[in-house]
């Protein structure tokens, strides 16, 4: 009985989703514009990174004018006293509309503030809107590869093998550039002396942590990108200008991309992450520092392109299924955070934590060979 | 839905839909979507009374790549058949037997759903403090997180408003402003800049925005000459027909209407499931709240409840028969648990924990909570400081919702122009003393290893004054009570009672501050044993009697040095207390509660509550503090 109690509970399944390290998988990216445009590719195309897929015209930004408070009519009286009609296209300074009185004595004019269009004259408001003319937004590829698939109108979809890792959070958008280490290991932390502006428009690999001057000293040294395995919230906060309320970033306009690999903290990188950086290094890569933790969870990523067209092996994606013995995990919460180990066993039965609630358990041996009970909500799979 | 004087409002025409009268049921399923997981409950009737049954959940499949919510639907309903041996769904699995057969099925199917977001809305009016208050009130009654609150005098100029609109993408918009007769300049105006703006609805590219007029019937026609080609115009009876006078409930049912038709049926698998369900689909907080009305109704108190979650926290009063509800769309214990952070301070949050802690190292632990938002504390020293981010959640969430439960009062109209209308809102009616149960829901609540916890979590966050019972969830099931009530009010109750709402105890708080260790009120306990307990309470403790659910017991409480427990200062209470897990507990700790400056002597206060109440193990506990 207890020889199948202990079959049982190596092999029982816990899904505990990790972050993503995996050392060769087809990368698919889809890009689409946020309002309908014209499509630049064809299936079959190779692209580069900056290559231009999609563009289109966004409409202006309205600008609404008091007219006939100005002119000192009654809003229903505005439409007579209109030089422009609706549809008229229109630059900054020249008169929409006037009133003149008095044989030309008592004159007034409403000048349109922008270059742009008029949209609409309200005779219920008495007010003007004029829209500015459309601009036009461009997306790029990101990611070297060949066009699968063309989404009419919108945009298109882009396939490459890459060695791929996603970080636990970032800030900053889409770029590219070179990786280039400044540390050797990945328990070393990036100080502000290694940056230099060698590393301009480079993406850099840290170990387990930037200081806050390494921060300012990157964003004076032009640098792309930074790979690191930890950073102080606080540091972050300063850095950013802001307090990060919600994990919702990508927008942030800093000049560089920061991805943080582990979490919060004095963080060693993980070793496979930073082995695998370190095989591409001088490599161009691309990296997107964008996070989402709620619905529709996006993690920051490093996207390391590969020219051939190997296909994904087995081994990448047997892990997806679950937690099993053997299973590499690293523990995501204290008393043991940051630790690595494997999965020894999943006890069936609930056991008492120390705060006395009663959880699911999964028994690790950690890298120094001790071994450890923690709740299995506090692990995540390291997805190889 | 409200609570009317003449009884709890059901829903009619949802009652004649149903497959068989709800007399004749014998089982009832029902689910909610969650963002991340579906919940399922089952219900059935056993020896002549609702129960609660079994649950299932399934993580929610809304998102790619499944993007179809009925799959995590069935999953979570497969649960409940593998753990029940009843069949509740179709061979096919493309649906739920409906009505039980005597072998398979269920009699009544409904379900809530706050996956993908939820119902998110953007509410505006003419002015902040009147219609564009009522607008904001009547969406967030009907479940929804709204965005923003625009209003002619909210100090934006035009440009920033549009800018501000452009860059939104919520699922209907309500446009309030103006009394019936009144001048429409205004709410055009504000037309005028939601139309230039054009903004774009979240589902369904190339779908027109829904927008609901409830301002001015005087401008309907002008409106709807305005909105008619570019976006889906819904007119309803204005909220705001005087200015002393505040009717949200067609807003509330237009809004219901168009969140199934515009929302709902664009969401990957909804209009799939809207088939399986007998009632139209609710949003989980508008059923939430439903249940909370039915905690004030069945129990005849004014109520103030709250759901602590990952992301957000709602509230909600019934006071005097009028429901409120707030939502903290930033305030919660994961995924917002730094908003928590940024919106309370370090020090707000160091000031609920008995030791010392880094700051640093603080800040990193609820980051780290941020980003790996499952994670549960392993270690009381963990436990205790997301209690103590609770506390803060709580106590914001009350503050925003004070702002939202407001009573307008003494408006008097001088001209028909913005400028000369004068107007005042009274401060909050909130006021704790004329709350008597305060209920809770949430995970962390739930979960809480001893009921103890929630119960002080909710007393230091809310800090009820005289005699205040406390509820909370055991299972969470409260939304799935909550849309079962408009058809089915007595099976949701039965269940509420026996299986849901889990009775903490009752605290007794009375208001006013005194010395350290002086003498403010005296307590005479009858217990239901026929013992009697005679207690002198001094200012700045906390004392526990055991009083177990079900129990009664006579209290008589005679506060002194300007105390109030009620019925004024200095003045004595006698009534009936009832019991809980917790039992009762005896708060002289003062009102408004006021911890010691000095953080020392703070902690060392906290401490002493802390094993006063037996709050977490004493062992664990006393280790920790000479750690």
Redesign the interface.
Known sequence: MSQQREKLSKEAHAYTPGLKIKELMTVRKVRILPIPGDVLVEKGDAVDFDTIVARTMV?G????VEASNFLGLQ?DELPKYMVKKTGDVIEKDEIMAQYIAFWGLLKRFVKSPINGMI??V?S??G?I?I?EHPTPIEIKAYIPGEIVEIIPNEGAVIEVNATFLQG??GIGGERHGKLTFVVDSPQEAITEQMITSEHKGKIIVGGSFITLEALKRAIENGITGIVIGGI???DLNDFLGY?????ITGEEEIGTSLIVTE???KMRMSQRTFEYLRAYDGKEVAINGA?Q????VMRPEVIIPHEDRRKETSKTIELVGGMRHGTPIRI????Y?GRFGTVVSLPIELQK?????L?RVVEVELEDGGRVM??R??V?IIEE | MSIAKSGWIEDKEAISRLRISTGKMRYILATDVG??TTKARFFSRTTGEWRYVVSGEAPST??APYEDVTMGVRNAVREVEELTGHQILNEEGTGIYVPFDDEKGVDLYCTTSS???GLQMTVAGNVSTMTAESANRAALGAGAIVMDVMATDDGRP??AK??RL?SLRPDMFVLAGGTDGGT??LV??MA??I????PKPRFGRGYKMPLIFAGNKNARS?IKS?FSDEFDLTIVDNLRPTLDREVIEPTRRAVHELFMEHVMSHAPGYQRLAKWTDLDIMPTPAAEGLAMQLIAYINKANVLGVGLGG?TTNVYSIYEERFVRSVSA?LGMS??I??V???SSVENIKRWIPFELN???L??????K??????????????IVEHAVAREALRLGLEHHKTIATRLKGVKVVDRDLADIQYEVEETYIKMINFHIIAGTGGLLS?A??RAQPFMILTDAFQPEGVTKLFQDSVFMMPHLGVLSTVYKDAAWSVFDKDCLVRLGTVIAPVGSAREGESIMDVALEMPDGSNINMEMKFGEIKRIMLSEGEEAMVEVSPHKGFDIGPGPNKPLKTVITGGSVGVVIDTRGRPLTLPDESQERQKKIFEWINSISLY?ED?MTRLMEK
């Open positions: 409409p930004d309205p600008h609404i809003p949209e609409n309200s219920l408001s007010r809107t829209r636990i959070f102080n919230a606080a307090k990060i309320g919600v994990a979490g919060f903290g996070t933790i709620r619905a529709g995501i919460r204290e008393p955070f934590a120390e705060t006395e609630s959880v923690v709740p909500a506090n995540e | 963002s991340t809304v998102e996956a993908g977001g035009d440009y549009i800018n452009r429409v300049k055009i105006e005028e800049v139309k230039a703006a054009k002008d305005f992301a930033n995924y917002s730094c908003n952070l940024k919106e700051d640093l190292e800040e990193n632990r609820l980051y780290n941020m980003i790996r938002p499952t994670t549960i504390p392993q270690t009381l020293e963990e436990l979960h290893p001893r193990p664990q």
